[in-house]
Every structure is written in C-alpha cells, then in structure tokens.
C-alpha cells in the first residue's frame, strides 16, 4: 500500500520559514518523479515545486527563489524548505509521487501565513 504521509506544516508569522516532509512508503522512492502543490481555499490545486528521479527542478513562479525542494533518497523523503513566506503561500499542501502514469497523493498538510 502506497503511503505519502506530510509533517511540518502549521502557523508561522509574514517573513518566516517552515520545512514540509514527505516521507513515503509502498513505493520505489528513487525512481519516483516527486512533487509539492498546494490548494488555497476556493483555488485550484497549482504545482509548487516538482523533482524528478533524475533531479531536474521545476518551481512555480510565485515560489521561485524562497522556496527548495529537495531528496534524501536513503530515507525515501522529500522535501519542500520554505523561506520569506508570504501570506499568500497559506493553503493546504500536497505531495505528489509519479511514475509511468501512476500518481500518488498525501493527505495533505495546512501552511498558515499570518500578516
């Protein structure tokens, strides 16, 4: 059974950093393209950050430069660093694993920014 499970998230002040994981299980982790989105109420889900297997980076634009996404494979972990946050970046965050048209979602965890 395939388990995408996030910690980290929670409240923090304009201007201040939090640290996603996403540790997964079930699933041959290093091979896996990994990815954080995010949907903020009323919004679609939108891509914040994307890894793949090979590690090639892609970021939102709105992300770009306060946020890095990085891999420990050793521990089957992904994670999403992020710094300068914005009251804007609140919104439930996701991990996402892909593979060969397989996809595969965490519960999600919530990211409050306050201002």
């Known amino acids: 059974q395939v388990q995408l499970v996030e910690s980290g998230g929670g409240l923090v002040q304009a201007g201040g950093s939090l640290r996603l994981s996403c540790a997964a299980s079930?699933?041959?982790?290093?091979?896996?393209?990994m990815g954080w989105y995010r949907q903020a109420p009323g919004k679609r889900r939108e891509l914040v950050a994307f890894?793949?297997?090979?590690?090639?980076?892609t970021y939102s634009d709105s992300v770009k430069g306060r946020f890095t996404i990085s891999r420990d494979n050793a521990k089957d972990t992904v994670y999403l660093q992020m710094n300068s946050l914005k009251p804007e970046d609140t919104a439930i965050y996701y991990c996402?694993?892909?593979?060969?048209?397989?996809?595969?979602w965490g519960k999600g965890i919530q990211v409050t920014v306050s201002s």
């Open positions: 079930g699933i041959i982790f290093r091979l896996n393209d």
């Open positions: 996402n694993a892909e593979r060969i048209a397989r996809n595969y």
């Open positions: 890894m793949t297997a090979g590690g090639n980076i």
